[in-house]
């Protein structure tokens, strides 16, 4: 099993930032990709960004590109998604994801953290 632990949500105002990070431990030693979903509310789960875990390549919804960087931090396992530039449109609860193989089955998911944008 893998648990992974968000941070870093909170409100902030348009043309604002925020860092969220997630931190996965338990069966972590092969770890595939890491990544970021939103969810809006009334809205279906959307891709924002990933991380492959051995090359650190990185891909980024269009939603996301230029505005957020997705990277892998100095601690074993952890991820973190910087976020500039922040639009009411990117209010949505933030999901990590971790994905151990590619393969299903092997996903993973945190609870979840609430990112607000105010106008």
């Known amino acids: 099993q893998v648990q992974l632990v968000e941070s870093g949500g909170g409100l902030v105002q348009a043309g604002g930032s925020l860092r969220l990070s997630c931190a996965a431990s338990?069966?972590?030693?092969?770890?595939?990709?890491m990544g970021w979903f939103r969810q809006a509310p009334g809205k279906e789960r959307e891709f924002v960004a990933t991380?492959?875990?051995?090359?650190?390549?990185?891909y980024y919804a269009d939603s996301a590109k230029g505005r957020f960087t997705i990277s892998r931090g100095n601690t074993q396992n952890t991820v973190h998604l910087q976020m500039n530039s922040l639009s009411p449109e990117d209010t949505a609860v933030y999901y990590c994801?971790?994905?151990?193989?590619?393969?299903?089955?092997?996903?993973?998911w945190g609870q979840g953290t609430q990112v607000t944008v105010s106008s």
């Open positions: 994801l971790a994905d151990l193989s590619g393969a299903a089955g092997t996903q993973y």
């Open positions: 338990g069966r972590t030693f092969s770890m595939y990709t």
């Open positions: 991380i492959r875990w051995s090359s650190g390549s990185t």
